[in-house]
């Protein structure tokens, strides 16, 4: 089954507003990792948070993570327009181990 | 430290080619995984390999694809006769010795392989 559905899909802000992406997912997992990906390049790790913790913060970045409700958000305060690109979640299950198991991606476009 | 490294970054190939991509992982990494990447899709996992093993190739398609990572050199994952439906971005990551589950994988730029 598919883990890791982002929404939106798309999403278009101003610069200096804040983006909240959410990622749903199905079955009990290890952890539950973000990533951006820069039009037509690598993917960067954002932020890794693991199945017993609620909240992680790096920089801008906050992410959440509900296991009763399946899902996590990832907020980017004071967006910029460097921040342009496609954040995917990426589950861990926890009868897996390593398998990343990512979602179609939320593109987001930062309006200078 | 460099990172993690793929060669070539871009590959056009005929069908019914061979196309090879090689992934060289950080240092100090023992575990590769390589994933498949469609347009407008997100990443699908294809294999995951230590020093000279395959652990898991649930991924891979039953024909055409190999996968390796020889004790020297870098990782290849290998398709045979490609087709159109092979063109996509092919992403390498790895992470340290130890347990996997425990570890960020760091991905490499990726190879776009294009099949004409």
């Known amino acids: 089954s598919q883990q890791g559905e982002e929404d939106p899909q798309a999403l278009s802000i101003q610069e200096g507003e804040n983006a909240t992406m959410n990622c749903s997912y199905k079955?009990?997992?290890?952890?539950l990792q973000w990533y951006r990906q820069n039009s037509g390049r690598g993917l960067v790790h954002l932020i890794l948070?693991?199945?017993?913790?609620r909240e992680k913060h790096s920089g801008r970045l906050r992410v959440t993570l509900d296991t009763s409700k399946k899902s996590s958000s990832l907020l980017i305060t004071a967006s910029r327009a460097a921040d342009t690109a496609s954040y995917f979640c990426a589950t861990v299950r926890m009868d897996s181990s390593y398998k990343l198991i990512f979602g179609s991606g939320t593109r987001l476009l930062v309006r200078p | 430290n460099a990172g993690v490294m793929q060669n070539p970054r871009h590959l056009v190939r005929r069908r019914g080619q061979e196309a090879r991509l090689r992934c060289s992982p950080m240092?100090?990494?023992?575990?590769v995984y390589w994933y498949r990447q469609l347009p407008e899709e997100g990443l699908k996992f294809m294999v995951y390999?230590?020093?000279?093993?395959?652990?898991?190739e649930s991924g891979m398609p039953k024909e055409r694809f190999s996968a390796e990572f020889p004790k020297e050199g870098p990782s290849i994952l290998r398709i045979q006769q490609v087709v159109r439906g092979d063109s996509a971005a092919y992403f390498c990551?790895?992470?340290?010795?130890?347990?996997?589950?425990?570890?960020?994988?760091?991905f490499g730029p990726g190879t776009r392989l294009t099949v004409l």
């Open positions: 390999l230590q020093k000279e093993n395959i652990i898991d």
């Open positions: 990551a790895s992470s340290p010795p130890g347990s996997p589950s425990t570890d960020t994988q760091y």
């Open positions: 948070i693991r199945s017993n913790e």
């Open positions: 240092k100090g990494h023992s575990h």
């Open positions: 079955t009990s997992i290890n952890n």
